[in-house]
């Protein structure tokens, strides 16, 4: 357990609708990572950010943006939450540089109705 | 443009025997490979890792193999046991300052009493 912690744990939304994930680390790490995962798509990359107010777009980041105002929290939010956008997201944390593992929170399971 | 490949969606194995999962990248400046297990319902979890610099890497049951030249590496379990079975994602780093990972589509590994 790298401290990770991720909020809700499942949501189902009606298409069209807001909605905001969120990631909570206790350990200070810089890099922090939203994935999804979809059947014969594996783990795909969101968004990702370096630091605080540092972000930016991953492989499948259209519809989502991120924010970071504080090192502990990474929140992703779908602006108009759409049915392609049901999946299972997943934060990452990664402690130091590149040669370091990163650890992944439990996994939101969201379903846009 | 799948970055990391991993061409076998599932893979089913003896207990005892040795599993071979194998993954396969097209990016040259990929300098850290790792593999990830993952249960139904949780969150993705290290396995092992491998530096670019090397060509072997062991702990345990779990060994890494690395060939540059082919952008090619493989996970060998051995000998496999029934609490193996998983998905299994393997994921490269391209360095730099934003120290992403990007996963492969991922392996079923069944394993069979």
């Known amino acids: 357990d790298a401290g990770i912690t991720q909020s809700p744990r499942h949501k189902v939304t009606e298409t069209g609708t807001p909605v905001t994930l969120r990631c909570h680390q206790t350990?200070?790490?810089?890099?922090m990572y939203w994935y999804r995962q979809d059947p014969g798509h594996g783990l795909r990359l969101i968004h990702y950010?370096?630091?605080?107010?540092?972000?930016d777009k991953g492989e499948v980041s259209d519809g989502y943006s991120v924010s970071r105002s504080k090192t502990e929290d990474f929140l992703l939010t779908l602006e108009s939450a759409t049915s392609s956008q049901t999946s299972v997201y997943f934060c990452?944390?990664?402690?130091?540089?590149?040669?370091?593992?990163?650890?992944f929170g439990q996994g939101t399971r969201l379903t846009v109705v | 443009d799948q970055q990391v490949k991993q061409n076998s969606p599932s893979l089913s194995v003896q207990e005892g025997r040795i599993s071979i999962l194998n993954c396969d990248y097209t990016?040259?400046?990929?300098?850290?490979f790792l593999w990830y297990k993952k249960y139904p319902a949780e969150g993705p979890t290290f396995l092992i890792s491998?530096?670019?610099?090397?060509d072997k890497n062991e702990d345990g049951r779990f060994t890494v193999f690395l060939n540059k030249s082919a952008k090619h590496l493989s996970l060998h379990i051995v000998p496999s046991q029934p609490g193996d079975s998983a998905v299994y994602f393997c994921a490269a780093s391209d360095g730099g300052a934003t120290n992403k990972l990007i996963f492969g589509t991922g392996t079923l590994l069944a394993v069979q009493p």
């Open positions: 350990e200070n790490h810089r890099y």
């Open positions: 491998i530096s670019s610099i090397k």
């Open positions: 990016n040259s400046m990929f300098d850290y």
């Open positions: 950010s370096y630091g605080v107010k540092d972000t």
């Open positions: 990452a944390i990664r402690p130091r540089d590149r040669s370091t593992e990163a650890f």
